[in-house]
């Protein structure tokens, strides 16, 4: 069965460090690895996506994500957190067409000023 | 991007009502769309895999009668919430994909459901 574990209920970080929101996976075949972000009362938006080649993904307002195959992870990274990224942070999985993403349980990011 | 849209967005409702909820692919056609529910600073809980034409494909623990769920056309699902109680009182999010598992699903907004 597949699984997505988000470690972490909560990020905080200072305007302008570098971000990680964790994330490790489980799925049977080949993983599509994919981040949301969601902002209070909203809907998901799509941040990036891995599918396959390049292990580094970029993606939506700056966001990158690494996918390692080895340690099954595929961490959501940004060089220099802004305010206006504090929002929460799904991580999902699916390993094949017509299957529903199977989201983590969310991180909080919230980056202080 | 794809567009999805829900409607309505915000909806208050009496116990023992029903209420419908629309999920619409505004600019590409969804063979197979999702209901997700989110309690508040939860996770999605994947509730139903809706394909057009066919029954829905329920999740473990989610009431079929309770949450009727039809999928009329390629660009349409409904969710109706029959007999509503308060503990049905939730952010109901659907979702589409244009197919591939490649491809990201694409979300609703959300409908806020409270149910007095």
């Known amino acids: 069965a597949q699984s997505v574990a988000q470690p972490e209920d909560q990020v905080n970080v200072a305007e302008g460090n570098p971000l990680t929101v964790k994330c490790t996976y489980s799925?049977?075949?080949?993983?599509?690895l994919f981040w949301y972000v969601q902002y209070p009362n909203r809907g998901l938006q799509f941040l990036l996506k891995?599918?396959?080649?390049?292990?580094l993904v970029k993606g939506s307002y700056g966001f990158e994500a690494e996918f390692n195959k080895s340690q099954t992870s595929f961490h959501l990274k940004k060089p220099s957190a802004l305010v206006s990224d504090s929002a929460l942070y799904f991580c999902?999985?699916?390993?094949?067409?017509?299957?529903?993403?199977?989201f983590g349980k969310g991180t909080t990011l919230s980056v202080s000023s | 991007g794809a567009v999805v849209s829900q409607h309505p967005s915000r909806v208050i409702c009496k116990s023992g009502t029903s209420v419908k909820i629309e999920c619409r692919s505004l600019?590409?056609?969804?063979?197979?769309m999702f209901w997700y529910r989110q309690f508040p600073k939860q996770s999605l809980m994947l509730m139903a895999t809706?394909?057009?034409?066919?029954?829905?494909?329920?999740e473990q623990g989610v009431e079929k009668d309770k949450f009727l769920i039809n999928h009329a056309s390629l660009t349409l699902s409904t969710l109706t919430v029959t007999s509503a109680h308060p503990e049905d009182s939730s952010f109901y999010i659907c979702?589409?994909?244009?197919?591939?598992?490649?491809?990201?699903?694409?979300f609703g907004p959300g409908t806020r459901l409270t149910v007095l």
């Open positions: 999902a999985v699916r390993d094949q067409a017509g299957t529903a993403l199977i």
């Open positions: 600019d590409f056609q969804a063979t197979t």
């Open positions: 809706s394909n057009e034409g066919s029954k829905a494909t329920y």
């Open positions: 979702s589409a994909s244009p197919g591939l598992a490649m491809n990201e699903q694409f």
């Open positions: 799925v049977s075949g080949n993983p599509y």
């Open positions: 891995y599918i396959t080649g390049d292990n």
